[in-house]
């Protein structure tokens, strides 16, 4: 199986220590480095350094793909998907963890409280937006320092009713119930990478609908990511999925049909 965009390889970890006969982390970032030095002795351990828009492998070489918190990062988080279904089998498994945008556990039932929750959260998400206009432009040895020596800190403060308030004022993604060495790459992640997709559940199934996977999952994670899990097929979809293919390349609702034959996309 193959992890497109393993970073510091925390899930690589997990899935070797699963017992996969095989598990490649593929990242583009110097990040590998770590994670050779960490994982590479594991016989069932390969990373590699490469863009995953050209990975240097076959097409059809997996028996699984996925990718995790990453392809939200990406120009294109579509075409990275695509790419990713075309290095797995027919009768593979494809899996894929996005960036939600709604990050609220929002209940179905309206309320005041919900909407004020809802525009907290909206607040918080200006906060981020707002940091990461001065965070992605420091110098990368500057902000692994702060993720590296300062990020633990606000962790552990975290903790501390009322006080772990203070986590606010900083650029900073702290969890209560993690580890913190999740708190020091998730800062990172969220504050140091210059693109940032948010998808709902539909959006992502349109992917999966395009690629011809089927049948498809949506799992019900944690509130802010959207997880499906799909198997390619080299059989036609059935009518009823192909009716249902639409595209909606900037956000969800937008009309359009696609056209298989062509590959391309007619607006309505």
């Not at 510091?8 to 970890?13: E, I, K, L, Q, S």
């Not at 906060?127 to 962790?155: D, G, S």
């Not at 948010?198 to 019900?220: A, E, M, S, T």
Request: net charge positive; glycine share 8%.
């Amino acid at each position: 199986m193959i992890e497109l965009g393993s970073g510091a390889g925390r899930f690589v970890d997990v899935v070797s220590r699963m017992g996969a006969r095989l598990i490649v982390g593929l990242d583009a970032s110097d990040a590998v480095d770590a994670t050779q030095a960490n994982l590479g002795h594991r016989e069932n351990v390969l990373i590699v350094q490469a863009d995953m828009f050209h990975p240097p492998f076959r097409p059809g070489t997996f028996d699984l793909s996925y990718s995790i918190g990453v392809m939200h990062h990406t120009p294109s988080p579509s075409d990275a998907f695509k790419k990713m279904v075309e290095l797995t089998k027919y009768g593979g498994r494809v899996g894929v963890s996005l960036y939600e945008i709604s990050l609220y556990r929002r209940p179905n039932r309206n309320s005041l409280k919900t909407s004020t929750m809802e525009l907290l959260w909206a607040m918080n998400a200006w906060r981020c937006e707002f940091f990461r206009t001065i965070t992605t432009r420091l110098p990368q040895t500057w902000f692994l320092a702060y993720c590296k020596y300062f990020v633990p800190v606000l962790h552990y403060l975290n903790k501390i009713p009322l006080v772990g308030r203070l986590r606010y004022l900083f650029p900073v993604t702290c969890y209560r119930h993690l580890p913190v060495g999740w708190s020091m790459v998730d800062t990172h992640d969220t504050y140091a990478t210059k693109i940032v997709h948010q998808y709902r559940h539909k959006d992502v199934y349109q992917w999966f609908l395009r690629n011809g996977l089927n049948p498809i999952v949506v799992n019900n994670g944690r509130a802010g990511w959207v997880s499906l899990t799909g198997t390619r097929t080299d059989s036609p979809l059935p009518p009823e999925l192909m009716s249902a293919i639409r595209d909606q390349p900037v956000g969800p609702g937008l009309p359009g049909t696609y056209d298989p034959g062509t590959d391309t996309i007619n607006a309505e």
